[in-house]
């Protein structure tokens, strides 16, 4: 909305044709979803406070999450609120990637708020149904994959780029939508799992999130895409604004969700954050990389597997309790210690996986 009014400013003063520019208005957008989250985190939780929403512990987990009961949850609405309104705000709304990204991320986020208001509000301890939940994941992740594989332009936008070699693609033809999909949903529900202490999701969010828009805008740049050797597509950069204000809104709510959290993301947050990072890692051709910054997802998402696994297969859990985060506060780790050491674990992937541009 903005952009548009500097177009129409710019015939009279040159000076607002400083907005064309992606790297300001992501800076921007950055800074005005960090203070909108600010602004509505205090009465966000004050309204989920007074309404009862609060975080349901559960009896054979970690002694040490037993004072969290009661905490308010849901706050990831306010993530996306942050983010919904700044895009609008700071992004070119003719572009039809910001509107895709935008419609999953909400999607994703009214699968979370569903899921979250039946546990917390209707006192459903089963929430929504495994079984509906991942339907209308897979219906949202199938939808966007089937329509980035319709209106892709040329074979680049559906061949899988493999890092640390250069020129090198894989066309993926059909497959291209499948591979989507498990990206889409698999970093939603990736994401979800990893976020069960104060703080420990969202600073990897931020830091894969802000890495995503440096691919973003190379990628949609034809200049730094050809230098780099990565595939030019037109209109990609514009994502960058959105992973600005998906950054800032992400730090405005870390400021409430630091240790001791007066505030969890909940689902509707989780799901509609880790559909972000997937869709626009798609986008971008990077959805290897994105295996990589996101390291420590895959590494919660695995050891319930494991966990999950063995314990089906011979009775014995390989952990104490599966995510992992919670083997190692059984083992004695402080809260702040694990989660200070998995954003140290994400910086230096993130850093690796940035090296990939130029690694080849």
């Known amino acids: 909305m903005l952009m548009w009014l500097a177009e129409f400013l710019t015939n009279y003063y040159r000076v607002f044709s400083v907005f064309e520019y992606i790297t300001l208005r992501s800076i921007l957008a950055a800074l005005t979803a960090f203070v909108i989250a600010l602004w509505i985190g205090s009465p966000m939780i004050r309204w989920l406070s007074q309404y009862k929403v609060g975080q349901v512990v559960r009896n054979d987990g970690p002694k040490s999450h037993y004072s969290k009961a009661g905490t308010p949850t849901m706050g990831g609405a306010m993530i996306l609120v942050a983010i919904a309104v700044t895009t609008l705000l700071w992004s070119d709304l003719n572009n039809r990637y910001v509107w895709l990204v935008m419609a999953v991320t909400l999607g994703f986020g009214v699968v979370g708020w569903i899921d979250d208001y039946r546990k917390l509000v209707r006192k459903d301890p089963k929430g929504l149904p495994a079984r509906w939940k991942y339907l209308w994941q897979s219906v949202l992740g199938l939808a966007a994959a089937l329509y ?52 420990l999701a969202i600073m990897p969010i931020v830091l894969v999130g802000g890495a995503l828009g440096i691919f973003a805008y190379i990628t949609g740049h034809i200049k730094f895409a050809h230098y780099l050797a990565v595939p030019y597509v037109p209109g990609v950069g514009e994502l960058t604004v959105f992973c600005g204000a998906l950054v800032g809104a992400s730090l405005g709510f870390l400021w409430f969700n630091a240790y001791p959290a007066q505030v969890f993301m909940g689902d509707v947050g989780a799901l509609g954050l880790g559909a972000a990072l997937g869709i626009i890692a798609v986008i971008v051709r990077q959805e290897l990389v994105l295996f990589i910054m996101g390291g420590v997802f895959v590494i919660e998402t695995v050891s319930v597997m494991l966990q999950v696994g063995s314990y089906k297969l011979r009775k014995r859990r390989i952990f104490k309790m599966a995510p992992i985060h919670h083997h190692f506060e059984l083992l004695g780790w402080p809260e702040p210690r694990i989660v200070v050491r998995f954003w140290i674990m994400t910086v230096v992937l993130v850093l690796f996986g940035l090296a990939t541009l130029k690694l080849r």
């Open 148 to 199: 980035l594989y319709s209106k892709s332009v040329s074979p680049a936008e559906t061949s899988l780029l493999v890092p640390f070699f250069k020129n090198v693609m894989i066309p993926l033809g059909g497959f291209y939508v499948i591979l989507t999909y498990f990206v889409i949903v698999g970093t939603s529900n990736a994401v979800n799992l990893t976020d069960g202490l104060d703080g």
